[in-house]
């Protein structure tokens, strides 16, 4: 089902404590992204990453914090410092070359308790 | 960098009338430009894109059309069924060269089709 797999498909945090979402693809994918979803704001950028050791802040940027040391694996760090945290998830990827199209994964969904 | 406004954010339709959602973006240089549907609790999954050289393409019941001077793109759907209702996401990105760029999302318009 795409190739792109994230877990735990639910999470619960505590306040001030950090999480890590998982990514993982098989695509052989060069790019990878993270978005987080609320609703009525469409998908918002976090960070990305278009080769293995090297990555961009998005739109989103602040408290979170991710690493690309393989090419299928891309997880992402949410801290402490990120104010509002509890939402949808979604990692996607995407081959090199222009016009191709961007997988996504079945998403993270987390909740701040 | 790009902003894509999408409009409406929801629209309520009969089963088998059309339905068309309305998107802009702001950077002239966005050379591609693919619609998701997401629906509920589901990942995104692409339906149909098109490219800036291209004016309109088709692919069965779902159309979309692309206005570069305006800069505008739209997405019809025609002859709507229930399992058509879902979020639909409109997105604009420059590709070429060796980057790969970044999509740029839409609001997202929620779909709902009566029967």
């Known amino acids: 089902d795409g190739g792109i797999t994230q877990s735990p498909k639910y999470l619960f945090r505590k306040e001030g404590q950090n999480v890590t979402l998982s990514c993982e693809q098989n695509l052989n994918h060069d790019a990878m992204y993270w978005y987080r979803q609320d609703p009525g704001q469409g998908l918002r950028l976090i960070y990305y990453?278009?080769?293995?050791?090297?990555?961009q802040k998005g739109d989103i940027a602040e408290g979170y914090s991710v690493s690309r040391e393989k090419k299928e694996s891309f997880p992402l760090t949410v801290t402490s410092a990120q104010k509002n945290p509890t939402a949808f998830y979604l990692c996607?990827?995407?081959?090199?070359?222009?016009?191709?199209?961007?997988?996504f994964g079945p998403g993270t969904r987390l909740t701040v308790l | 960098g790009e902003n894509v406004e999408q409009h409406p954010s929801t629209l309520s339709v009969q089963e088998g009338d059309s339905a068309v959602i309305k998107c802009t973006y702001s950077d002239s240089a966005s050379n591609y430009f693919p619609w998701y549907k997401q629906e509920l609790g589901k990942r995104p999954q692409l339906i149909i894109d098109?490219?800036?050289?291209?004016g309109e393409k088709k692919d069965q019941r779902i159309a979309v059309t692309l206005n570069k001077t305006a800069k505008h793109f739209s997405l019809h759907i025609t002859e709507t069924q229930p399992e058509d209702s879902a979020v639909y996401f409109c997105a604009a990105i420059f590709q070429g060269g060796t980057s790969y760029g970044k999509l740029t999302f839409g609001q997202g318009t929620i779909l709902t089709v009566h029967p």
């Open positions: 996607a990827s995407k081959a090199g070359g222009s016009y191709n199209e961007q997988f």
């Open positions: 098109i490219r800036s050289n291209v």
């Open positions: 990453s278009q080769i293995v050791n090297d990555f």
